[in-house]
């Protein structure tokens, strides 16, 4: 891995590798370029569209709100919140982490 330092003005130092910055597929996931997928573990099944998705998260007693958000959100109790973005093509790391998170013996997120 090549790169370099960089001092910012606030004296904050920000390492820069530009060889893994072009590679990046702006899935949100992996620094080397590989898509990061969520993974159903009880089959292995990788998560491929939001139908896959819902239709797990309500067999795991998960309900879905019907808001007119620019949000799909699951919730379960009344203190568990899953918010996604409507487009799966948003649907990043940012978001399966926050659902491993919150169902971890079901799901993980991988590095394809």
């Known amino acids: ?6 001092v910012e003005p ?3 130092y920000r390492f ?7 590679n990046s597929n702006g899935r949100g ?10 993974v159903y573990l009880p089959t292995g099944q990788v998560i491929s569209s939001y ?3 819902d239709q797990i998260l309500k067999a795991l007693g998960w309900e879905r709100y019907r808001g007119a958000s620019d949000l799909l959100q ?3 109790r009344s203190n568990d919140l899953i ?3 409507k487009d799966f093509a948003m649907f990043n ?5 926050d659902i491993v998170v919150k169902i971890p013996n079901s799901f993980h997120v991988r590095d394809m």
């Open 1 to 6: 891995m090549s790169g370099v330092w960089i």
């Open 10 to 12: 606030n004296g904050v």
């Open 16 to 22: 820069v590798n530009p060889q893994a910055e072009s």
């Open 29 to 38: 996931g992996s620094s080397i370029g590989r898509p990061t997928v969520l």
């Open 51 to 53: 139908s896959e998705l």
């Open 74 to 76: 699951y919730h379960k």
């Open 83 to 85: 918010s996604l973005p």
């Open 93 to 97: 790391s940012v978001y399966m982490y």
